[in-house]
């Protein structure tokens, strides 16, 4: 018997408007069972971007602290990618990519065995991703964001903004982390 692995999913948010604005649930658990996430997320991360062409990532935690993450831009548009590292999955190596714009809300659940990263596609952008295990420096890993391997064809308008963290992380071939 095949174990079916997680699979991402885009979920749409039902978002109400009138003259003052916006109004959505950003997480609702009993609609995220519907949708199959069963994850008990414990932390919250935020993330704010000044700059346009900003990456973040490729980021994973490896072992008993990998995480699950459901990501969500609050103000601004980023360019999601997610790497499907997991060695038994039909996927392995598939590359996701979403658009994800905070003026029609949506989530992306990124299961466990996955990297993650994004790039702002405009200024002062806002990312909340839940995690499901405490963020842990020792598991801690990622790939670079233009390993050639990968081949990821980033919506950047000039040269990214990336950390000096970012800016040293290996490329796929020389990564020693199994999933």
Request: a negative charge.
């Amino acid at each position: 018997m095949t174990m079916q692995l997680e699979q991402p999913q885009h979920i749409k948010l039902k978002a109400f408007g009138d003259n003052r604005g916006i109004f959505f649930e950003s997480y609702n658990k009993k609609k995220m069972i519907e949708c199959g996430i069963t994850n008990q997320f414990c932390q919250d991360n935020f993330s704010y971007s000044t700059y346009k062409n900003t990456i973040r990532g490729l980021h994973f935690q490896k072992g008993i602290t990998a995480q699950a993450k459901l990501v969500l831009p609050l103000h601004g548009k980023i360019f999601d990618v997610i790497v499907d590292l997991r060695q038994n999955s039909q996927n392995y190596l598939h590359t996701h990519t979403y658009l994800l714009d905070s003026s029609e809300p949506s989530c992306l659940y990124v299961p466990k065995g996955f990297a993650h990263g994004f790039c702002t596609l405009e200024d002062n952008v806002s990312v909340l991703y839940k995690v499901d295990a405490y963020y842990c420096p020792e598991d801690d890993g990622g790939i670079i964001w233009n390993d050639p391997e990968l081949a990821i064809n980033w919506p950047l308008s000039g040269d990214p903004v990336i950390s000096e963290k970012d800016a040293k992380l290996p490329t796929f071939k020389n990564l020693t982390v199994k999933f």
